[in-house]
């Protein structure tokens, strides 16, 4: 049991972090735009000090916006939990396509033997080996390598 809530604390973690930095940088955000039409063209002014109180007191200032119903507020950590999911399982499928089966290889791939290898990849008859060796030669170098082999063998 204990090593089961370890295993699912390693696995979530990720994902709580994720959460957790996205609630706090919403809650940043609901705060700015909050200042931006507190303050207006003084924004500049105070910005330095709204910041600071929404980074050093985020707890407060969610719950504050969150009992207001803020828009910004709300949208953006919608947004942030259903990213967050999203990425889970996402992340998770992924994960699951990796497993490798009994053969420690990935989807149908196998290792394959010499044997296997050899027949599949180096065996080649002489008519195969002639055709090949012809198609990727030009015509005038085959030729030329013919009239010298009929030279030679009438000069003997």
Same mark, same amino acid.
């Given at each position: 049991m204990k090593d089961r809530s370890i295993a699912v604390?390693?696995?979530?973690?990720?994902y709580l972090l994720t959460l957790i930095i996205g609630l706090y940088l919403a809650e940043i955000l609901a705060g700015s735009v909050m200042a931006l039409s507190h303050y207006k063209l003084a924004f500049a002014d105070?910005?330095? =000090?709204?910041?600071?109180? *929404?980074?050093?007191?985020?707890? %407060?200032y969610y719950n504050l916006y969150l009992g207001?119903?803020?828009?910004?507020?709300?949208?953006?950590s919608i947004a942030v939990v259903l990213y =967050?999911?999203?990425?889970? *399982?996402?992340?998770?499928?992924? %994960?699951?396509?990796?497993?490798t089966a009994d053969t420690e290889t990935h989807g149908s791939a196998t290792w394959g033997n010499l044997?296997?290898?050899?027949?599949?990849?180096f065996s080649?008859?002489?008519k195969d080996l002639t055709t090949a060796f012809n198609k990727s030669t030009k015509s005038?170098?085959?030729?030329?390598l013919t009239k010298q082999e009929t030279q030679s063998k009438t000069g003997k």
């Open positions: 604390i390693k696995a979530s973690w990720p105070h910005m330095p =000090t709204v910041l600071k109180q *929404l980074a050093l007191h985020p707890w %407060h207001q119903k803020n828009p910004v507020l709300i949208i953006v =967050t999911i999203y990425f889970a *399982l996402k992340r998770n499928s992924k %994960h699951k396509a990796w497993e044997k296997e290898l050899s027949d599949h990849y080649i008859n002489a005038e170098i085959l030729e030329a």
